[in-house]
């Protein structure tokens, strides 16, 4: 496909998104729900198949030189379609948010003025690797009103188009137009360049993948733009704290999966703890091969323990997201240092505290800027789907109407409406 017939492909996308948006705005709630669980069944249902075109991904990656976690966000496994598909349940039971009025109040001259929910009308979605993503993306859509145009990386491009066929098959089933849902076919990298370029039938784009890939779209979109850059993700272990939380929830938040972007790669311990803490948690890592950078103090402590893994951090090392066995690792003097030292380095994604001090808690909850801030808890929950959003677009480091996981109210905009019974300004 040439540049020219590209640019009219996308075009056509774009003004079939915008068609569908109308139907898909005035669609009830009850169609739109049986799309979402007509989709459920098709998954589910289609399993096999599903990884069967996901096989074909997975045997051009080997071939590549796609990287490792690269690789591992590629796979379209029986849990995964399982976990899309209770998704897609998950949200078609959730009450419809679509035309709400909320904090409807009279004025003196007698007008009540409120605002109403609406979609937001077509997104773009823009993603690399994760085929999931299509489902997610597709039916947080069709839950929220909206139309959406899915152009997914090259790399699971057959998993991407079988999963496409099974959401406008739903669609079409229901009653709704398959155009409320189209995967970009070509993997033309000209496509995204019109995608992000057409304000006329694209409310908003939502990139999901590497830093390179967002800033590219950041900086060229003429559309609005839902980002996050990176995921720079710490715990805290506290003082006061119970050890052997820290030590459980620090190992879950590093070594569960090590590609996610809600991974931890940094790990701050108060001094008072760090003796107790530090020499168990080091014993963890190093059993599972994860290498740890140190400042001067963390070294002295776990040298002895896994000599062979720790290394000295450099400046860097702070701000670094490794989607990797690696981790970095700073003592500090206590909660100011800490939230100081979160606020100054992490990407302002999620940050977690392990604490016994109410008053700690608290003020980390306040004090750290990031999107998503826990108390005594896993980073890796910060997900639309643990969150209970049913499924996510993505996750929000931006400070406008869309922070964190991105689930239907972030596919939604508020528009103010009047209520009137003949009044006039005088």
């Given at each position: 496909?040439?540049a020219?017939?590209?640019?009219e492909?996308?075009?056509?996308?774009?003004?079939?998104?915008?068609?569908a948006?109308a139907a898909?705005?005035?669609?009830?709630?009850?169609t739109?729900?049986?799309?979402?669980?007509?989709l459920?069944?098709?998954?589910?249902?289609?399993?096999a198949?599903l990884?069967t075109?996901?096989?074909?991904?997975?045997?051009r990656?080997?071939t590549?030189?796609?990287?490792?976690?690269?690789?591992?966000?590629l796979?379209?496994t029986p849990k995964i379609?399982e976990?899309v598909?209770?998704?897609?349940e998950?949200?078609?039971a959730?009450?419809?948010?679509?035309?709400?009025i909320?904090?409807?109040?009279q004025?003196p001259?007698?007008?009540?003025?409120g605002?109403?929910?609406?979609?937001?009308?077509?997104f773009?979605?823009?993603y690399?690797?994760?085929?999931n993503?299509?489902i997610?993306a597709?039916?947080?859509?069709?839950?929220?009103?909206?139309?959406c145009?899915l152009?997914g990386?090259?790399?699971?491009?057959?998993?991407n188009?079988a999963?496409g066929?099974?959401?406008?098959?739903?669609?079409?089933?229901?009653?709704l137009p398959?155009?409320?849902?189209q995967l970009v076919?070509?993997?033309d990298?000209e496509?995204?360049?019109?995608?992000i370029a057409m304000?006329?039938h694209v409310?908003?784009?939502?990139?999901?993948?590497?830093k390179?890939l967002?800033e590219?779209?950041s900086?060229?979109a003429?559309?609005p733009?839902?980002?996050?850059?990176?995921?720079?993700?710490?715990?805290?272990v506290?003082?006061?704290?119970?050890i052997?939380?820290?030590?459980?929830?620090?190992?879950?938040?590093k070594?569960?999966?090590?590609?996610?972007?809600n991974a931890?790669e940094?790990?701050?311990?108060?001094?008072?703890?760090?003796?107790?803490?530090l020499p168990?948690?080091?014993?963890?890592f190093?059993a599972?091969?994860v290498?740890?950078?140190?400042?001067?103090?963390?070294?002295?402590l776990?040298?002895p323990?896994?000599?062979?893994l720790?290394k000295d951090a450099?400046?860097?090392?702070w701000f670094?997201?490794y989607?990797?066995?690696?981790?970095s690792?700073?003592?500090?003097?206590?909660?100011?240092e800490?939230?100081?030292?979160?606020?100054?380095y992490?990407?302002?994604?999620?940050?977690a505290?392990?604490?016994?001090d109410?008053?700690h808690?608290?003020?980390?909850l306040?004090?750290?800027d990031s999107?998503?801030?826990m108390?005594?808890a896993?980073?890796?929950f910060?997900?639309?789907f643990?969150?209970?959003l049913?499924?996510e677009?993505?996750?929000s480091?931006?400070?406008?109407?869309a922070?964190?996981?991105v689930?239907l109210?972030?596919?939604t905009?508020l528009?103010?409406?009047?209520?009137g019974?003949?009044?006039?300004?005088?």
């Amino acid at each position: 496909m040439n540049a020219l017939n590209v640019a009219e492909y996308m075009q056509t996308l774009g003004l079939q998104a915008r068609q569908a948006s109308a139907a898909m705005a005035r669609a009830d709630a009850a169609t739109r729900n049986k799309a979402l669980r007509t989709l459920a069944a098709l998954l589910r249902a289609n399993a096999a198949s599903l990884q069967t075109d996901n096989e074909k991904d997975l045997a051009r990656a080997a071939t590549s030189s796609l990287s490792a976690p690269m690789v591992d966000r590629l796979k379209l496994t029986p849990k995964i379609i399982e976990t899309v598909a209770q998704g897609c349940e998950q949200l078609a039971a959730m009450p419809d948010i679509i035309g709400e009025i909320s904090g409807l109040q009279q004025q003196p001259s007698g007008i009540r003025v409120g605002r109403m929910r609406v979609p937001l009308g077509v997104f773009g979605m823009i993603y690399e690797s994760r085929p999931n993503v299509t489902i997610e993306a597709a039916s947080l859509s069709i839950k929220s009103g909206n139309a959406c145009i899915l152009r997914g990386g090259s790399e699971a491009i057959d998993s991407n188009k079988a999963l496409g066929r099974l959401v406008q098959q739903a669609l079409a089933e229901s009653g709704l137009p398959a155009e409320a849902v189209q995967l970009v076919q070509t993997t033309d990298r000209e496509a995204v360049g019109q995608l992000i370029a057409m304000p006329q039938h694209v409310d908003v784009i939502i990139p999901r993948g590497g830093k390179g890939l967002i800033e590219r779209i950041s900086r060229d979109a003429k559309v609005p733009v839902i980002k996050h850059l990176d995921g720079n993700c710490h715990v805290y272990v506290d003082d006061p704290c119970d050890i052997d939380m820290a030590v459980r929830v620090a190992d879950n938040a590093k070594t569960q999966k090590y590609s996610p972007c809600n991974a931890i790669e940094g790990l701050l311990v108060a001094r008072a703890s760090a003796q107790a803490f530090l020499p168990k948690i080091a014993a963890v890592f190093a059993a599972k091969g994860v290498e740890m950078r140190c400042d001067a103090e963390a070294k002295a402590l776990i040298s002895p323990i896994a000599p062979a893994l720790v290394k000295d951090a450099t400046e860097q090392d702070w701000f670094e997201e490794y989607l990797a066995p690696v981790i970095s690792i700073k003592l500090v003097a206590g909660l100011d240092e800490a939230i100081a030292h979160i606020n100054h380095y992490s990407s302002h994604h999620t940050d977690a505290i392990i604490t016994r001090d109410h008053m700690h808690a608290q003020r980390f909850l306040r004090e750290v800027d990031s999107a998503s801030v826990m108390v005594n808890a896993s980073p890796r929950f910060a997900d639309g789907f643990e969150f209970g959003l049913g499924a996510e677009i993505g996750i929000s480091t931006d400070k406008f109407h869309a922070r964190g996981p991105v689930g239907l109210e972030g596919l939604t905009s508020l528009k103010w409406v009047v209520l009137g019974n003949g009044e006039l300004r005088s």
